[in-house]
């Protein structure tokens, strides 16, 4: 069944992350990847992931055995937004979960301290964005000040894709956008069947949406926040007080897995055909939008917050550095 469509005037930004993850603790997915048990003497952790291209270094850190060199075993679960990823971690259903910059502040300021661990995939690349605010094929919506008076879907409210698109949107002079909450793979067909205007959408159904005619507007993410932290796997103040080695070896794996995928992005690709039922043509087709550094943009993260505080989406704010889990001195 599909997922019923939200819509709010201007974007009522201002959400309770922890009320929300709590409920959503009910419908956290459980489709899990790996095989069955673990293997003597590693610790296994269960990954929530929302499923998109910038996984795959995640994924290739699986293949090729950076974290069971480690010790450690990944499971895979999958949801379509970060709200529930952070559900997960809260319910102890999951041990890290990827959780974009804004969710991760809402969630520290309403008391749930969750911490970055790793990036996901480096710091978003200016030239390498794997995301974009289309406008539908022929919509007759060629520049953003067309947004007055229509409607935009994006992953969420809150999410790092509204407060990008909103500022884009509003420093154009449009007034009146809605914004609509949409996962992502939705978002092709709602602009197809013109139930949106526009959407702000990530690899690969970006790819769809471009194929059916959809017009590039704008890069949120990266125009607003080169080379910036935007998103990272997280885990729970709690989780990572009583499981620091397990962090340390989660943090070290992905800064191995992603100077490995600077110089073998073919490779990491080619994950994407299993883990997110692309042909081979289509994997190798997608961009991961990373500069890989395998570092945390603390100056990145201040700056959104700013974004958030000045949109009217928070009333509050909290200091960059307490979202940021230290990683000790161990080498990838």
């Known amino acids: 069944m599909r997922a019923q469509q939200r819509r709010f005037p201007e974007a009522r930004m201002h959400n309770g992350v922890k009320a929300v993850a709590l409920a959503a603790v009910m419908v956290v997915a459980a489709a899990c990847g790996g095989g069955g048990g673990s293997t003597p003497g590693s610790t296994e952790i269960t990954v929530n ?17 950076m974290f069971a060199k480690r010790g450690i075993e990944v499971e895979l679960q999958r949801s379509a937004s970060p709200v529930p990823v952070v ?27 969750v911490k970055c661990v790793a990036p996901v995939d480096g710091q978003i690349s200016p030239e390498r964005d794997a995301s974009a605010l289309v406008a539908a094929a022929g919509s007759g919506i060629d520049s953003l000040d067309d947004l007055s008076g229509k409607s935009v879907a994006v992953v969420q409210l809150a999410s790092i894709n509204l407060i990008g698109a909103k500022k884009l949107i509003d420093d154009a002079g449009a007034t009146g956008t809605e914004y609509i909450a949409m996962p992502f793979p939705q978002m092709p067909q709602a602009l197809a069947d ?34 910036g932290t935007v998103y990272c796997y997280a885990a729970t103040a709690q989780y990572l007080e009583g499981n620091a080695a397990v962090a340390q070896g989660f943090h070290d794996a992905m800064a191995e897995a992603i100077g490995y995928a600077k110089d073998h992005e073919d490779e990491a690709l080619a994950t994407l055909v299993e883990q997110l039922d692309l042909t081979p043509e289509q994997a190798q087709a997608q961009i991961i939008p990373t500069n890989y550094v395998p570092e945390v943009n603390l100056d990145s993260i201040a700056a959104i917050q700013d974004l958030m505080a000045e949109q009217g989406a928070i009333n509050s704010t909290v200091d960059p550095a307490d979202l940021v889990w230290q990683a000790g001195a161990g080498s990838p």
Do not use: W
């Open 87 to 113: 559900a997960s971690l809260l319910a102890e259903q999951a041990d890290f979960g990827f959780v974009t910059t804004p969710v991760l502040i809402n969630a520290n300021r309403e008391g749930t301290p």
């Open 49 to 65: 992931i929302v499923p998109f291209t910038p996984n795959a270094v995640l994924f290739l850190g699986m293949e090729k055995g």
């Open 194 to 227: 013109g139930r949106v205007d526009a959407a702000v959408i990530t690899s690969p159904y970006l790819e769809t949406a471009l194929d059916a005619g959809a017009v590039v507007l704008a890069h949120p993410s990266s125009d607003l926040f080169p080379n």
